[in-house]
């Protein structure tokens, strides 16, 4: 790691860090260079108390590779890689599941990043699992039985989903099958990671029995979910998330209704998921 300024504190033993001692509005190259690395071994990262515009927002996180335009229109007078999260009052929040974003996608985005505006009073937690740590506590015969392993992603409707695509958009995706590794690699160091995601998203595994495949993932997603693989982000004004969005999952806690929620949110561009190379 560079030598900088910057404080880390793991927030478990095995993922997640806030860190401290910086002003995302001015970094120096060390820092930047230390933030990447805790990212990379972290999974996620937070930072407290940073004022920031959505501008800033977005150019920060050119650290992490080239923020995605994925708003039909700007929202608020944000730049157009500044997206919103945002429920409204007395609207439910529907998405209160484990999973990934994008994954139905030949290349989903590999860094997502969250930065608030409007929280209830308490309540709207996030929590974050690392697919990485879920591989590693995986037992060695599912490890080898699931080495050589695809699966099909494919999109369904979701709450925010709906607002993000027009009609035409969203009937083409749904036809779309994707492809992915079950266990897929991470190059950044050299990790592998069980690639799984919601039911929603992840439909069967290429070339298995249905009832077999429907097992299998059944298992594999309730192993992520062992609270050893994951955290939770309380969050407070000012908060601000990067996370790897393609060696995560994510639940966002819907317990505040009917109060208002919203929240900046900067994606970078997709990559493919890479499989394990051969030895
Ligand atoms: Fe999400």
Not at 31 to 38: G, L, S, T, W, Y
Request: glycine residues 4%.
């Amino acid at each position: 790691m560079a030598v900088s300024s910057i404080t880390v504190r793991p927030i478990t033993p095995l993922q997640g860090a806030e860190i401290g001692g910086v002003d995302l509005n001015d970094l120096t190259p060390a820092q930047e260079a230390d933030i990447c690395q805790v990212l990379t071994d972290r999974k996620a990262i937070v930072f407290r108390d940073q004022k920031i515009s959505p501008e800033r927002f977005a150019m920060f996180m050119h650290l992490f590779g080239k923020p995605v335009d994925e708003d039909l229109e700007p929202i608020d007078g944000n730049p157009r890689n500044v997206g919103v999260i945002h429920i409204r009052a007395n609207e439910k929040q529907t998405i209160n599941f484990w999973h990934m974003d994008h994954s139905f996608r030949a290349d989903p985005a590999p860094k997502l990043a969250l930065y608030t505006k409007t929280l209830p009073e308490c309540g709207g937690d996030t929590l974050f699992a690392s697919l990485e740590s879920a591989y590693d506590g995986l037992s060695d015969e599912m490890k080898e039985r699931i080495a050589p392993l695809w699966a099909i992603h494919q999109v369904r409707p979701t709450q925010n989903s709906r607002r993000r695509y027009t009609d035409a958009e969203f009937q083409a995706m749904m036809e779309r099958k994707t492809r992915h590794p079950l266990v897929g690699w991470n190059p950044e160091n050299g990790r592998k990671f069980l690639f799984v995601n919601t039911p929603v998203y992840l439909r069967y595994v290429d070339g298995m029995d249905p009832a077999e495949s429907e097992a299998l993932l059944d298992e594999l997603y309730r192993h992520v979910q062992r609270p050893e693989y994951s955290f939770r982000l309380v969050w407070r004004p000012d908060t601000l998330v990067v996370w790897e969005n393609a060696h995560c999952l994510h639940y966002p806690v819907a317990d505040y209704f009917p109060h208002e929620r919203k929240l900046l949110r900067v994606a970078i561009t997709g990559e493919p998921i890479a499989a394990v190379p051969a030895p």
